[in-house]
């Protein structure tokens, strides 16, 4: 059974003006489904081809097969990137997660100053995520396809730091593209709902 592109939760054009259709028509009708068509290239007629996708990345990954392993993990990681934002997100959340994002980083000022210093301090591609970890949370970076799905931290949402996420929008001013996700765009309830 091939790996399937799963739909957006929303239209092409819900997240303008923060992020324009252009954006979205490329990263995701171009970039997501191209690691989606390599990586069903890839598996077709191997073991990992009755997998499905959480155990292809954890099994590519102790394997060592990286082509496989990337492929697979940016389909997971572009596919929870889309649920972490939403029309009309962005700001502070509530209820538990607030109290949690208080506990873990002083206020929600401080989570967003960490946040923001974790994103932009990615060097190249990669990836930044709030994390559940023992309880806690906490803000991670991985590399390129890397991924926390691998870990025992839970990821609650994602930001996509490669310069194709925002680079028609913000060329290389890649600080802005991240205050515009806290600002208008991080979906708290997608998080709430990830948390253990
Ligand atoms: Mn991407």
Redesign the pocket.
């Known amino acids: 059974m091939p790996i399937q592109l799963p739909d957006l939760p929303y239209d092409q054009a819900a997240l303008e003006p923060h992020l324009s259709a252009r954006t979205l028509e490329f ?1 995701y009708g171009k ?1 997501h489904k191209g690691y989606v068509t390599k990586l069903n290239a890839a598996i077709e007629n191997t073991s990992y081809a009755d997998l499905s996708l959480e155990q292809i990345v954890t099994a590519a990954s102790e394997n060592g097969d990286a082509g496989i392993f990337n492929n697979a993990a940016q389909v997971w990681n ?1 596919t929870f990137l889309w649920h972490s934002m939403a029309p009309d997100g962005g700001g502070a959340p509530a209820g538990d997660l607030a109290g949690m994002i208080d506990t873990a980083f002083g206020s929600f000022e401080e989570f967003c100053a960490s946040f923001r210093q974790a994103a932009a301090g990615q060097f190249g591609s990669g990836w930044a995520w709030l994390v559940q970890d023992d309880g806690q949370l906490s803000i991670v970076t991985t590399g390129n396809a890397d991924t926390p799905v691998l870990g025992k931290a839970r990821p609650l949402l994602t930001l ?1 730091v ?1 310069e ?2 925002y680079y028609l929008d913000y060329q290389n001013d890649r600080a802005s593209y991240i205050d515009t996700y806290l600002a208008h765009l991080v979906n708290w309830q997608f998080a709430a709902a990830n948390l253990n």
């Open positions: 990263h970039h572009h996509d490669w194709h996420a």
